[in-house]
Every structure is written in C-alpha cells, then in structure tokens.
C-alpha cells in the first residue's frame, strides 16, 4: 500500500513561484508514473503534470512554459516547480501515483496553492 505525501504549497503573489514536493512511500512499491492533479471547488480534477518512471512527461497546455515536473534521485519522490504563477493557478494540488504490475492508483492529501492579484 502506497502512501503520498506532499509539501510545498503555499499563498504567493502573481508572478511569483514555488515548489511541490511529493514523496511516495511503502512496502516494496513499483512506480510506474508519478504526477501532479489540481482541483478547484465547481470544477473537476484536472492533470497538471505526469512523468513516468521511464522519463516521459506530460504537462496541461496550461502550465506549458511555466512549471516543471521532475524526478528525485531516489525515483519515489517528485517535484513540481512552478513560475509566473497567476491567480487561476489557485487550487488544491494533488499529487499522483500509479504503481505496481496491477497499474493501481493513490492520492495524496492535496495541499493549497493560493496565488493573489
């Protein structure tokens, strides 16, 4: 069973940046893809950034050019940098993994990202 947990989020002015942080944990775990989702109330879960344990990422064309998503050395923790950050950035930001041979699922706890005019 695979637990996330994830730091980094915070309130910062428009323009400004920050960094997510996501750590995987648990009993013999195979990472297949790790990601970052964000949600905002009214609206549904959207893909922000993925990148799969082969290096291959993905990113919204929302965050193209702004935000980064890479890999820690120990490939069970991922990053999110993100730049020139605008107030519809705003959201709970959910980290994401996929693991194992069953292709199976886990979310964090989500942590707020809050960027003012």
């Known amino acids: 069973q695979v637990q996330l947990v994830e730091s980094g989020g915070g309130l910062v002015q428009a323009g400004g940046s920050l960094r997510l942080s996501c750590t995987a944990s648990?009993?013999?775990?195979?990472?297949?893809?790790m990601g970052w989702y964000r949600q905002t109330p009214g609206k549904q879960r959207e893909l922000v950034a993925v990148?799969?344990?082969?290096?291959?990422?993905q990113y919204a064309d929302s965050v193209k050019g702004r935000f980064t998503i890479s890999r820690g050395n120990a490939k069970n923790t991922v990053y999110l940098q993100m730049s020139s950050l605008k107030p519809e950035d705003t959201a709970v930001y959910y980290c994401?993994?996929?693991?194992?041979?069953?292709?199976?699922?886990?979310w964090g706890q989500g942590t707020q990202v809050t960027v003012s005019s």
């Open positions: 990148i799969t344990s082969g290096g291959v990422w």
């Open positions: 648990g009993s013999d775990i195979s990472i297949n893809a």
């Open positions: 994401y993994c996929n693991t194992g041979w069953a292709s199976e699922d886990a």
